[in-house]
Nanobody
């Protein structure tokens, strides 16, 4: 599967952004999808993940209550709605896909990655 992330940009603290990740290739609904982020000088970290059907979602504690992951299997797209953004949310955000319907929160658990989209939150 090929992944293409978009929607990043510059936003003021307290603002919102919605990231999208369009998938092509094999059946999108057979993948667990995840969002990760990487800030300068830091390791890539888990943000959110969603099961095949969308019935199960999991979030990092740092974004819980502010971010929402969702998916449109008919449209082969996964979204990350980000509200109440903080300066510490500034990072390159990556979408990723995992073939097995076991939700994991580490980058090594995902076989496919998009190119990343930069989110910058100004304080």
């Amino acid at each position: 599967v090929q992944l293409q992330a978009s929607g990043g940009g510059l936003v003021q603290a307290g603002g919102s952004l919605r990231l999208s990740c369009a998938a092509s290739g094999r059946t999108f609904s057979s993948y667990v999808m995840g969002w990760f982020r990487q800030a300068p000088g830091r390791e890539r970290e888990f943000v959110a993940t969603i099961s095949w059907s969308g019935s199960r979602t999991y979030y990092a504690d740092s974004v819980k209550g502010r971010f929402t992951i969702s998916r449109d299997n008919a449209g082969n797209t996964v979204y990350l709605q980000m509200n109440s953004l903080k300066s510490e949310d500034t990072a390159v955000y990556y979408c990723a896909a995992r073939e097995n319907d076991l939700v994991v929160r580490v980058p090594s658990g995902y076989q496919y990655w998009g190119q990343g989209t930069l989110v910058t939150v100004s304080s």
